[in-house]
T-cell receptor, first 109, second 116 residues
Framework: KQEVTQIPAALSVPEGENLVLNCSFT??????LQWFRQDPGKGLTSLLL?????REQTSGRLNASLDKSSGRSTLYIAASQPGDSATYLC????????FGKGTRLHILP | GAVVSQHPSWVICKSGTSVKIECRSL??????MFWYRQFPKQSLMLMAT?????????EQGVEKDKFLINHASLTLSTLTVTSAHPEDSSFYIC????????????FGPGTRLTVL
């Protein structure tokens, strides 16, 4: 059974800082891994999708890496902005997608 | 990217009534859709896997007689919460895969259910 752990559970940083969110998972038999953001009371916004054969993906200020064999992924956010404040969810995708509990990020203006 | 819609976006109902939530893949066909539930300040929990033309597969602890899933076509899955109670109040989100060949899941915007 897939178990997903995200560290830290919450993070507050001043605007402009670079930051790293961590995700670990127990079952490496995945097709891909997705990172999402969720604003309070809203649905999911897909940020990045990394295929199991890939090591990383980049989109703008976001970079996600995947080490499938060790069951780890990181989401790097460069030059953080207040608009980045949200909950970030890691979701390894096998036959099912199992979510971590997320990291609640607050960027201080 | 592929688009998944849900209807309604929110619903308020009385205890004991049944509520149906629709999940549609608008521009691709999905043989499999997934239903999730999210309680306040918690993560998404997978409830069931909806398979077109066959019975849904429920996760452990999810009552299949209470949460009826029907995958009527390759673009539509429905979740019916039967005899809803206040503890069923939650945010229900569906996802569907396909269309890109990347095993990527596309998520609907969610349905907020409040049971009075």
């Amino acid at each position: 059974k897939q178990e997903v752990t995200q560290i830290p559970a919450a993070l507050s940083v001043p605007e402009g800082e670079n930051l790293v969110l961590n995700c670990s998972f127990t079952d490496s038999a995945i097709y891909n891994l997705q990172w999402f953001r969720q604003d309070p009371g809203k649905g999911l916004t897909s940020l990045l999708l990394i295929q199991s054969s890939q090591r990383e993906q980049t989109s703008g200020r976001l970079n996600a890496s995947l080490d499938k064999s060790s069951g780890r992924s990181t989401l790097y956010i460069a030059a953080s902005q207040p608009g980045d404040s949200a909950t970030y969810l890691c979701a390894p995708g096998g036959d099912k997608i199992i979510f971590g509990k997320g990291t609640r990020l607050h960027i201080l203006p | 990217g592929a688009v998944v819609s849900q209807h309604p976006s929110w619903v308020i109902c009385k205890s004991g009534t049944s509520v149906k939530i629709e999940c549609r893949s608008l521009d691709f066909q999905a043989t499999t859709m997934f239903w999730y539930r999210q309680f306040p300040k918690q993560s998404l929990m997978l409830m069931a896997t909806s398979n077109e033309g066959s019975k849904a597969t429920y996760e452990q602890g999810v009552e299949k007689d209470k949460f009826l899933i029907n995958h009527a076509s390759l673009t539509l899955s429905t979740l019916t919460v039967t005899s809803a109670h206040p503890e069923d109040s939650s945010f229900y989100i569906c996802s569907a895969g396909g269309g890109t060949g990347k095993n990527e899941q596309f998520f609907g915007p969610g349905t907020r259910l409040t049971v009075l």
